[in-house]
């Protein structure tokens, strides 16, 4: 089993900058990816930003330049800079290992204008 403890998220208006944190802990695989996706309201959740064990990372289009995802071990950062109320949307830290993925519970974050 694997456990997720995510951090940060809160309200803050447009322009402004967030970090969002995440602690696995557990029985981990030392090869995975862990990652952080997005759910806004009457929408599918989203990949963000993924990050490999190896320090591969990867962003959606909407926040290249804006977001940095980073990692040490088996935490997993999320810095977020120049946030739009498009931004806004629950968060949620995501552990991708060979057998299955894990979820942490979520974290909102919303953008005021």
């Known amino acids: 089993q694997v456990q997720l403890v995510e951090s940060g998220g809160g309200l803050v208006y447009a322009g402004g900058s967030l970090r969002l944190s995440c602690a696995a802990s557990?029985?981990?695989?030392?090869?995975?990816?862990m990652g952080w996706y997005r759910q806004a309201p009457g929408k599918q959740r989203e990949l963000v930003a993924d990050?490999?064990?190896?320090?591969g990372a990867n962003y959606a289009e909407s926040v290249k330049g804006r977001f940095t995802i980073s990692r040490d071990k088996n935490t997993v950062y999320l810095q977020m800079n120049s946030l739009k109320p498009e931004d806004t949307a629950v968060y949620y830290c995501?552990?991708?290992?060979?057998?299955?993925?894990?979820w942490g519970q979520g974290t909102q974050v919303t953008v005021s204008s």
């Open positions: 990050i490999s064990s190896g320090g």
């Open positions: 557990g029985s981990i695989f030392r090869l995975n990816v």
């Open positions: 995501n552990i991708r290992l060979p057998t299955r993925d894990y």
